[in-house]
């Protein structure tokens, strides 16, 4: 099996720290184990060829194939449910009411895998806005990395989950009509989604700051200066009085500038 050596583990750390905030620094065997049969059944003879190549041509599929196999995109509906609750019960009718004269809000899931965390957060704007959902304008923005997993997202087939309530699955599920036996989200959840490609080391420039950004279980593969730069980008594009929501998991350092409300909930006062 090929061995990655010192000089190319400390490249292929490098180049992925310093251009997607992926900390390898520990991962040398992780690294070797889960891509070295792969690398060989793609023609390559060694991992300096490999290491050489990204580095050189920053492929989109090759970064994209790197990242599929040194990270996990784990995700599920209903995840850290009582993110949800608090999203429901306490974030929606404060935004709602800051938000009422242009009755837009303005919410990213940053990380967004395959799409059930916008999903879900689309299924609880329906639910909460009910027959005046109509009347709002609450598209998600969930971006990735990588175009694979959004790939999926924008196509989705999913297993009923459990966790989502009987009357979710009746209201904003469909079995896809592929013979697969699995589900797809309906078309008005579908449509309430705006999927990008986008790397969270990348300035964040879109055109509105965000009442709420949910970027959950995302950070937990970058050391901590990566971590801290990102936050404060994140709380540049929060409106004031919005909410950062990261992973139960998770940990921001003592310097955030956001002021934590609750575990893994935090506000721009």
Known sequence: MMQLSDSDFQRMVRFMHDNYGINLTKKRQLINNRLALSLKNQGYSSFTEFVDQLISKKDSHQIDFVLSKLTTNYTYFMREKDHYDFFMNVILPDITKKNEAKKVLSIWSAGCSTGEEPYNISMCLKEYFGASAGAWDTRVLATDISPRVLSQAKDPAYEMPNDIPSSWKTRYFVK???????????????KNVIFRTFNLMDPIRFKLNFDVIFCRNVMIYFDHPT????????????????????????NLSKDCPYKMIRPATFQKK
Do not use: C, Q, W
């Not at 896809?176 to 579908?190: A, F, K």
């Not at 936050?231 to 929501?245: D, I, Q």
């Open 176 to 190: 896809r009509n592929d013979g697969s036996g699995l589900y797809t989200v309906t078309p008005e959840i579908r």
């Open 227 to 250: 971590k801290d730069a990102l936050v404060n980008r994140f709380y540049n594009a929060t409106k004031k009085g919005g909410y950062l929501m990261i992973g139960h998991s998770e």
